[in-house]
């Protein structure tokens, strides 16, 4: 067997004993769609669901259409039709507007090539965003283009374009010059002059399905930088196998695709189409081929008020976060002012309740997508009430049934829940407040930094607790116990399909590792420290190599990034991410939250500095305490070093965390001081 041959068994045996990391990857399980001869791309900067309810024409089209939505995220901060068609030329996320202006006229076509080409090149190298701009062109013969959009996509990678008109030319769609074609039908005006508008555009459609093509209606942008952001309107005509829901497995959410998947339609998949400008290959697209999946629809209308019901399940999660975290926060300030002036039993338990609350909190942000609350009156408000309800609810509960334990039973809640919510594909946490959503577009499948933080600290707090329970009996126990408890949520973030959290593994599996050593021996040394660090790397390059045996397009984010560290392709994203991360201190905000976390983790490292006796006492009552705390700030600080959140994931664990610790301590019934040699008293009368 030749070195090559060898190396192939070698994967392949890899691939077999780990396949349980694999099997079963959420997909869309969506059909794909055979694509015609000619695929005609119809784009419309600001087209929404609401315009296609409003205009007779459009409504018609719905019924003979696979329909979505689609999320036109591009790489800056605004997604002007600048930023959309520059996004579809390179297949990756692009930046083509100026950061704090408005979005800009788009450049003429002079002498055969687009103006301001080498501006628009620059200024990803600005950005680090890597798009290669000219990709669809230069990997697509015989693409046409009608209008200034159009030859944006289609010009090549020096910014020439060819077979491109200025206005919309028929006769030339459906001729033999043309094959795939894109038109720019303009951004719709905001006002004055949008019913016509919409009249030209279903007049498009009409005119491209005469060409016997696959015509493609979609949104490619926002028309106004400052607009609405929300998911546009996707159409794909004619159905196949009658009207369904469009999907990409970029995305594996029926009913929504986003705008780098064009790319990806229109070149077949191609992953890596050449570069003539140069030696080297671009690198992979961001998008997949659009397919269809789901049930047929055939009422235009409920079709149409269900995605703009979808629409309200997507805009409002953000501010009624910011909305009850302030109201939960108010009311600890003003429970917490009752109970240091009085130090009754009714402040100390309304204290308690708030702090619980707050506990709540991180299990009713998905809890309350099982509500569908998107569909009731004022959708918004609907949010928060749901959201404080469930919270309030989960404070009650605990308080009632588990008392000084309460904290454990919200812990142990949150812990299931995620569990069972990464299994069945995350369809609690997406669209709930924990989820960027397709208007931000971080992140469509698996869970994102705040659903991994929560995730996090249930699991450790749960592991701690169970090991407290079994560490008498057995040191080896405990720490198995760690591993099978602290495992299976690293198994669940990072299998894709599941989590699919590349950066929530590297965070979690040096924590529980470091857990589990300390419950194991009581004490670290370096060398087992440097030990544990090495073996995190090495189960985390493991799962990112398996991913990336996989056909290109069936990776997931860690084969992807596996991928570009190959072909040396990985500066601009690492530059990406700690730009992200760094961005949070752009305000006073971010520098909070870092005094924050920097104090948390200085109190699990050195407690004898805390100026509280009740936390001094508490953390030498138990030998699970030390451990527990110990791996929480690990987890918080490497996933602070390495992930593109940066100080607001180690922020969102102690928020979670540290309620749930000042609850515990200033329960009714618990010792306001707990002595060392008294744990083993403590543990069989209070513990059991």
Same mark, same amino acid.
């Given at each position: ?39 005609? &791309? ?41 930023? +959309? ?8 996320? $692009? ?34 965003? +890597? ?24 010009? %090549? ?16 769609? *459906? ?42 209606? &979609? ?52 992953? %890596? ?57 108010? *009311?600890?300030?003003?429970?917490? *002012? ?39 009156? !004022? ?8 959201? #404080? ?13 588990? %008392?000084?334990? $309460?904290? /454990? ?8 829940? #995620? ?35 929560? #995730? $996090? ?41 599941? +989590? ?31 030990? &544990? ?15 990336? #045996? ?66 001094? !006492? ?22 602070? /070093?390495?992930?593109?959140? +940066? ?18 301590? &200033? ?22």
């Amino acid at each position: 067997m030749g070195r090559s041959g060898l190396r192939r068994f070698l994967c392949r045996t890899l691939f077999a004993a780990t396949a349980v990391l694999l099997v079963g990857a959420g997909t869309a399980n969506a059909q794909p769609t055979d694509l015609l001869a000619k695929v005609v &791309v119809i784009g419309v900067p600001g087209l929404t669901w609401h315009d296609v309810q409003v205009s007779p024409e459009l409504t018609a089209l719905v019924d003979q259409s696979h329909v979505g939505s689609i999320t036109v995220k591009t790489a800056g901060p605004n997604t002007c039709p600048l930023d +959309g068609w520059l996004t579809i030329s390179a297949g990756t996320r $692009a930046w083509g507007s100026v950061l704090g202006q408005s979005c800009a006229e788009l450049p003429a076509v002079t002498d055969g090539k687009v103006a301001d080409w080498q501006t628009y090149i620059d200024r990803q190298a600005e950005h680090h965003t +890597g798009a290669p701009l000219g990709r669809l062109g230069a990997s697509r013969e015989r693409v046409c283009g009608f209008g200034p959009g159009a030859a944006i996509a289609v010009a %090549k990678t020096d910014g020439s374009v060819s077979n491109w008109s200025p206005t919309f030319d028929a006769a030339k769609l *459906a001729s033999n010059a043309c094959g795939d074609a894109f038109i720019d039908a303009g951004a719709l005006p905001p006002r004055e002059g949008r019913e016509e508008a919409r009249r030209r555009v279903a007049e498009l459609v009409a005119q491209a399905r005469a060409a016997d093509g696959w015509v493609l209606l &979609v949104g490619v942008g926002q028309e106004l930088a400052n607009a609405h952001q929300q998911p546009l309107v996707a159409m794909q005509l004619p159905p196949d196998n009658g009207p369904r829901w469009l999907t990409s497995d970029s995305t594996r959410r029926p009913g929504l695709i986003q705008l780098t998947d064009i790319t990806a339609t229109v070149l077949r998949g191609e992953a %890596k189409p050449i570069d003539p400008a140069g030696d080297a290959q671009a690198g992979p697209l961001d998008g997949n081929e659009i397919h269809f999946d789901g049930d047929r629809h055939t009422d235009a209308a409920a079709v149409i008020e269900e995605r703009l019901d979808t629409n309200q399940r997507f805009e409002q999660p953000r501010p009624m976060l910011v909305a009850v975290s302030m109201t939960i926060l108010v *009311a600890e300030l003003l429970a917490l *002012a009752w109970f240091w002036f009085t130090r009754s039993p009714r402040a100390r338990r309304t204290f308690t309740f708030t702090l619980l609350t707050q506990g709540g909190f991180f299990i009713a942000v998905f809890l309350s997508t099982a509500t569908v609350w998107w569909r009731w009156p !004022s959708p918004g408000f609907s949010l928060y009430c749901v959201v #404080l309800g469930i919270s309030a609810l989960f404070a009650v509960l605990t308080q009632v049934f588990l %008392k000084r334990y $309460a904290f /454990l039973g919200i812990a142990l809640a949150a812990y299931a829940i #995620l569990l069972v919510d990464g299994v069945l594909g995350t369809p609690l946490q997406f669209g709930s407040m924990f989820t960027d959503g397709p208007v931000i577009g971080g992140r469509f499948y698996g869970f994102g930094n705040s659903t991994f933080a929560t #995730l $996090a600290v249930a699991a450790l707090v749960v592991a701690g607790w169970v090991a407290q329970k079994l560490i008498d009996k057995s040191r080896v126990q405990a720490a198995l116990a760690v591993l099978a408890i602290g495992g299976a949520a690293i198994v669940v973030d990072g299998r894709p399909g599941w +989590g699919t959290d590349f950066g929530g593994i590297i965070a979690l599996t040096p924590a529980v590792l470091l857990m589990a050593w300390l419950t194991w021996r009581g004490s670290i040394t370096l060398r087992a420290l440097i030990g &544990v660090g090495v073996a995190g790397v090495l189960a985390v390059t493991a799962v990112a190599f398996l991913d990336y #045996l996989r056909p290109a397009d069936q990776r997931s984010h860690f084969g992807t990034f596996f991928a570009r560290l190959l072909d040396g392709d990985v500066s601009d994203v690492l530059i990406r991410k700690l730009q992200m991360a760094v961005a949070f201190f752009n305000g006073p905000a971010g520098w909070a939250m870092l005094v924050a976390v920097v104090l948390a983790m200085l109190a699990t490292v050195l407690p004898a500095r805390v100026p509280f006796p009740a936390y001094r !006492s508490f953390y030498t009552s138990l030998p699970m305490i030390r451990p527990t705390l110990l791996a929480l700030s690990t987890c918080g600080l490497v996933g602070m /070093l390495l992930n593109d959140a +940066g100080v607001a994931l180690p922020a969102i664990m102690t928020g979670f965390a540290v309620p749930l610790l000042v609850a515990h301590l &200033v329960a009714p019934g618990q010792p306001s001081t707990v002595s060392p040699e008294s744990h083993l008293v403590q543990e069989s009368k209070s513990v059991d």
